[in-house]
């Protein structure tokens, strides 16, 4: 049975760390990216460092936390607003299709509408269709395409 959770939606705290690793290396297997604890570290004290301009929800469940959001406000320059970015949503594998990432996709939205931002923007990868129905149904599939160039030494 596939039922629905209702998770509580909350920001990240210090005494998440051990979970939210867990979880965080699971999201990084999950896009094939090479083992890299430096990278996990950084992020975690990034997201907890409140002058840096990421930031993180988590959806917890009886204490265990079953998925994680990581924002950062981003400026655009042509509309002359703010938005708030979704760099990574994960949730466990047994919580996937049960409402957990609806609810993260949705407190965003609400943050976003409270503290003034324009709206919430991500990207996922081409072939994560799973994530691409619920992404179908909580917003508009742009038309805009994304490329990566990596630095070029002098």
């Known amino acids: 049975m596939n039922t629905k959770l209702t998770p509580v939606i909350r920001d990240l705290t210090p005494a998440d760390e051990p979970q939210w690793r867990e ?3 699971a999201y990084r297997e999950f896009y094939q990216l090479e083992p890299n604890e430096d990278a996990v570290t950084t992020a975690w004290q990034w997201l907890l460092d409140p002058t840096h301009e990421s930031s993180a929800l988590v959806a917890e469940s009886g204490g265990e936390i079953l998925g994680l959001a990581h924002i950062r406000p ?3 320059l042509y509309t002359g607003t703010t938005g708030l970015f979704l760099d990574d949503l994960f ?3 047994a919580a996937r299709g049960r409402g957990v990432g609806r609810a993260l996709i949705r407190r965003l939205t609400e943050l ?3 503290e003034g931002y324009d709206g919430v923007q991500w990207i996922t ?3 994560n ?3 691409q129905v619920l992404y179908d149904d909580v917003a508009t599939k742009t038309t805009w ?3 990566e160039a990596a630095p070029t030494p002098r």
Do not use: E, G, I, K
Request: net charge negative; proline share 10%.
């Open 23 to 25: 979880l965080y290396r």
């Open 74 to 76: 981003v400026p655009s």
């Open 91 to 93: 949730t466990v594998p």
């Open 112 to 114: 976003a509408a409270d």
């Open 125 to 127: 990868a081409d072939d």
């Open 129 to 131: 269709a799973q994530a």
């Open 145 to 147: 395409v994304t490329y």
